[in-house]
């Protein structure tokens, strides 16, 4: 499952020819309302927010309204259905906003996260401006499992 970002649907542009017994899924559980929640509990700053709008319009590439044939999830909830309809064993998660509940990760399922940044240096979201505020210019891309503990 990939973000709906310039990245993740490049990523999962790649994917449909690469893997094609893969399921492709798109995060669409990132919305406006979100991103308004996280700027006033201070997660994520409003210079970010804009700096990261500003490169995703002057990307080109998939734009977001390219879909290919990828299903689409909003939820845990939906997320959960799609994994039982698929009999999925592994769940990889690249840019997606989408926060995996307990119960989803309670299932027989491994899920691992592709995280844009080194850990545990830089987790959690908005990674690269912080690595780059940081003075970190030589990141690394990091997988990891996602357990219900920390």
Known sequence: ??????????????????????????DMSSRTRRTWKLLWKRKIS?????????????????????????????????????????????????????IIDAKLLNLPIDVLNIHAAALPEFAGLMAIPRAIRAGSLGQQVTMHHITSTI
């Open 46 to 98: 409003l210079l970010d927010v804009l700096r990261l709008g500003l490169c995703e319009m002057r990307r080109s590439g998939p734009d977001s309204s390219h879909h290919g044939g990828w299903l689409k999830v909003r939820s845990n909830r939906e997320l959960e259905f799609l994994i039982e309809e698929t009999s999925a064993h592994t769940l990889i998660l690249f840019r997606a906003g989408l």
């Open 1 to 26: 499952m990939a973000g709906n970002d310039y990245w993740g649907r490049v990523a999962l542009q790649r994917l449909e020819f690469s893997v094609p017994r893969a399921t492709l899924v798109l």
